[in-house]
């Protein structure tokens, strides 16, 4: 059975003590499914009907660490546009299909959570209830440009209409072939209370019943997700990408069965670019970028 995932004992990232670097980190889930394709963060409720088509990129959820900045980070649609941000972009959120968004945000040195201000979070936020687990990550506080605090990260979505898979010229024939045309290898989880999760080899493609192994455990999967990152993401990233999905899966219909699988980076830059700027000559820094974006399609 799947539980939620405890952060690793030992973070698995240290950011260097260097006043001139800026690590961003980023993660998102990226589901295929008849209506097209969606980046996010967290699963809605539609999740699941068709094998693929749409992609919906799943709250890409991006911290800082590293030395205190003032800047401006945009998020640009590759493909599609971009369908949901948190907190409220400084520029570009305007029209029914915005290609990009900037926040003007500093990043400051974080105190205790239930010390900072509360940040101004919509009542209609659809994804409120997985906050908790994003702000549980050790990172840099955000300001605004006018010094109003606005979270410890920041979140956008982009939706792709016509689907990734239409672009590549090819006839995708089910799931395992969709998730095939990324990555040799993925997790194939079984949904209802008493959840599953197993490695699964998609190249070549197997039989399903072939393919098989023994339940991971929940650190096993922890460990899983670290690798497919590099080892790039701090653990409590991991920790709150898996407790922000695991609900969906044990809380779907028993019996379904999901291909969670890495997306390689060039997939990633196609779908959405990131980039942090300097207004000031003199606070340029060097900025690192490190990304995790996660293919998500449902088998049967």
């Not at 590293?66 to 409220?88: H, I, K, L």
């Not at 407790?243 to 390689?264: D, H, I, Q, S, V």
Request: proline share 9%.
């Amino acid at each position: 059975m799947l539980t939620l995932l405890l952060p690793f004992l030992a973070d698995t990232v240290v950011v260097p003590m260097d006043e001139t670097l800026i690590r961003v980190h980023e993660w998102g889930v990226v589901t295929f499914t008849s209506f097209g394709t969606e980046a996010a963060g967290a699963p809605g409720d539609t999740y699941g009907f068709d094998p693929f088509g749409m992609v919906c990129v799943d709250a890409p959820v991006v911290w800082f660490h590293g030395s205190p900045f003032s800047g401006t980070f945009t998020a640009r649609a590759g493909m599609g546009f971009v369908s949901v941000a948190y907190p409220e972009p400084s520029q570009g959120f305007e029209g029914e299909t915005p290609q990009a968004v900037s926040w003007r945000i500093e990043g400051r040195n974080p105190v205790p959570f239930d010390e900072a201000p509360t940040p101004r979070v919509p009542d209609n936020t659809p994804f409120l209830w997985a906050m908790d687990h994003w702000r549980d990550v050790p990172c840099l506080d955000l300001y605004d440009g006018e010094g109003n605090y606005l979270d410890r990260f920041l979140y956008y979505e982009t939706l792709i209409p016509d689907g990734i898979q239409a672009r590549m010229n090819t006839v995708v024939e089910d799931g395992r072939h969709l998730a095939g045309l990324f990555s040799p290898e993925g997790l194939l989880i079984t949904t209802g209370e008493g959840s599953e999760v197993h490695v699964y080899t998609v190249i070549p493609l197997p039989v399903l019943t072939d393919a098989l192994r023994l339940p991971l455990e929940s650190t096993d999967v922890h460990e899983k997700l670290c690798d497919w990152a590099g080892g790039n993401l701090k653990s409590q990233e991991i920790a709150a990408l898996w407790n922000t999905w695991e609900p969906f899966f044990r809380e779907r219909p028993a019996g379904e069965r999901w291909l969670l699988f890495p997306l390689p980076p060039e997939t990633v830059e196609s779908i959405s670019s990131i980039n942090l700027s300097f207004e000031n000559r003199y606070d340029i820094a060097t900025v690192e970028y490190y990304r995790l974006f996660l293919g998500l399609v449902r088998l049967e």
